[in-house]
């Protein structure tokens, strides 16, 4: 009950186009829903996160749209350029943003 | 405003050894926290800090994990012996209070042979 899913495990799109990724979870509990970036050798950045009390949250080219009673959650990037290839990985928490549960993670490319 | 700062950022040991993993949290962010990233996955949370204080230790191994927060600053994880199933990238992230942002680290990868 603690997992959350994460789909697809890769994703290539091309410059210019849509890239959408997916999360399910089942623990009705988390309140917090972020979505992570994550470059090779680097940590883990914060992209972007939303609350269960709004179905969507935009900031500049990504979108979070979040479904509560189907608990699902997605990540959209419009407009996706090439150094956006990078590793993205949703995550849920029951207590603010600690504890966090990741998703087991999509790497995305972008071709030019 | 400086980052997470943690090292060495890269260690190779052999299996049955001991390592320790330093990390520097942002100036003033009272929660720290170590996770585990074996390659592929998401990272796993080990342990959370508030201030020098455990709050989560529940997937901590702690037959060969260990961390400390002395002075509620640094802390380091230890892990004596070491497995080869530990393989993976030690990340320490902080955040300013509690329920706060979580600021990564750029990790420690650990190998072990």
């Known amino acids: 009950q603690q997992q959350v899913k994460q789909s697809p495990q890769s994703l290539i799109v091309q410059k210019g186009g849509i890239s959408i990724i997916n999360c399910a979870y089942e623990?009705?509990?988390?309140?917090?829903f972020p979505w992570y970036q994550q470059f090779p050798g680097k940590g883990p950045a914060l992209l972007i996160a939303?609350?269960?009390?709004?179905s969507e949250k935009k900031e500049g080219r990504f979108t979070i749209s979040f479904n509560k009673s189907a608990k699902q959650f997605s990540l959209h990037i419009m407009d996706s350029q090439p150094g956006d290839s990078a590793t993205y990985f949703c995550a849920a928490s029951a207590s603010g943003a600690q504890k966090l549960v990741f998703g087991q993670g999509t790497r995305l490319t972008i071709n030019p | 405003e400086a980052g997470v700062a943690q090292s060495p950022r890269y260690k190779i040991i052999e299996k049955r050894q001991s390592v320790a993993f330093w990390c520097n949290p942002i100036?003033?962010?009272?929660?720290l926290y170590w996770y585990q990233q074996i390659l592929g996955q998401g990272p796993k949370l080990l342990i959370q800090f508030q201030n020098n204080g455990v709050v989560d230790d529940s997937q901590l191994p702690k037959d060969r994990f260990s961390a400390e927060r002395l002075k509620g600053v640094d802390s380091t994880l230890k892990i004596q012996p070491a497995k080869l199933e530990d393989s993976a990238v030690y990340l320490c992230a902080s955040s300013q209070f509690l329920t706060g942002e979580q600021y990564f680290g750029p990790g420690t990868r650990l190998t072990v042979t």
């Open positions: 939303i609350r269960p009390d709004v």
């Open positions: 100036s003033g962010h009272a929660t």
């Open positions: 623990n009705t509990a988390f309140d917090y």
